[in-house]
């Protein structure tokens, strides 16, 4: 359903950066499951680069039942830019979600205007994937913008609709990052890095898809995933409560 997604992104990626490898925990870049009636792949990648400390992105393959790719791209902590999240699931070809956005770091009018508000026009292009569904887990005004793309769609609509508006999002996204001016300050860089380790503590706290991966890969590996990969700079609450 998404291999045009990743692929689109990888190619993008490469053509506008010069990345590396960045590490993944033992044990979590991939994995099958075998629970049910379906087999359930997952694999996920994860990158970096002078302007982009962190690019992860996970594809689940479990066939006709559920197809999911999800991707959260970090700036360097020495830039205050937004962060590029991708959520794309369909399960069993009659539910679509998708959420695209440029998560904003600040809420402060001067940052909407200047990451925020480009977005706009796309937004306006793609209305039919702007449908202001209500968030079920998540505060709305928090880590997502007014001009985000958040829609139960089809599939049809995913290949001929959601697919333009990602490229344009995407190469939106690449633009901010190229016209970024760098951060000089210890204090400023020091709100960046706190900012961004609450958007994981908040994320990990909150993301619905534990228990998906729970289901498929069961709780420890899923537990692992989200503190681990997917949200790295978030400590359990256990731990956190101790």
């Known amino acids: 359903m998404y291999q045009a997604f990743k692929d689109f992104l990888e190619q993008e990626l490469a053509a506008h950066f010069e990345l590396r490898p960045r590490p993944i925990p033992q044990g979590l870049e991939y994995k099958v499951s075998e ?4 087999k359930a792949v997952i694999q996920s990648w994860c990158f970096q680069c002078p302007q982009l400390r962190k690019i992860r992105y996970t594809y689940i393959d479990a066939g006709e039942s559920a197809q999911i790719f999800n991707s ?11 962060l590029l999240g991708i959520d794309f699931l369909s399960f069993g070809n009659k539910k679509h979600l998708v959420v695209l956005d440029f998560q904003p770091l600040f809420r402060d009018e001067a940052y909407l205007q200047k990451y925020i508000a480009p977005m706009a026009p796309i937004r306006e292009k793609y209305a039919d994937l702007a449908q202001n569904l209500e968030m079920k887990f998540y505060d709305a005004n928090r880590y997502f913008s007014p001009n985000l793309l958040f829609a139960k769609t089809d599939a049809e609509s995913i290949q001929k609709r959601l697919f333009p508006a990602y490229q344009e999002y995407l ?16 204090e400023e860089i020091e709100r960046i890095v706190q900012a961004q380790k609450d958007y994981d503590q908040y994320s ?32 359990p609450l256990t731990v956190a409560n101790k």
């Open 204 to 235: 990990a706290e909150r993301d619905p898809a534990h228990g998906l991966f729970s289901s498929y890969f069961g709780h420890e590996w899923a537990t692992r995933f989200l503190h681990e990969f997917l949200f790295e700079d978030s400590v």
């Open 72 to 82: 959260v791209i970090y700036p360097a902590h020495h830039y205050d830019l937004p």
């Open 35 to 38: 629970r049910g009636r379906n």
């Open 171 to 186: 190469r939106l996204y690449w633009q901010l990052v190229e016209q970024a001016e760098p951060l000089s300050s210890p």
